[in-house]
């Protein structure tokens, strides 16, 4: 099973949907935990992934070598290259905090 951190923006994004959306949403997040490299499809890298629910695109990073999800964006097809563009000029600072939050899950 694979651990699973959420960007706030992911949450601020997901309080925005309305409740069967939410429940969408909270069935793909189990999914993913569980097979999670079989999940979504690859955007121009394998850890890079988007999974279509209705009109609305959820983007996540898959480190699998951490044993780690992160959740970062719901959006729709309009924001997508918007969305990829920025992901992918943010890595390093989203790699930081997945480490940092595994660290605290270890420490605590």
Known sequence: MLDLF????FD????????SDQIKVDKVLIKLREQGDH????????FL???????KRLYFLLYLDLHAI???FITNKKMQQ??????LSELPNYERFVREQLQE????
């Open 49 to 55: 992934r988007e999974k279509r629910i209705g009109g």
């Open 6 to 9: 959420r960007t706030g923006e």
């Open 105 to 108: 899950n270890t420490t605590s």
């Open 39 to 46: 999940v979504g499809k690859e955007l121009h890298y394998s």
């Open 12 to 19: 601020e994004n997901y309080d925005n949907l309305d409740h």
């Open 70 to 72: 992160l959740m970062l």
């Open 82 to 87: 918007c969305t990829i563009d920025r992901v």
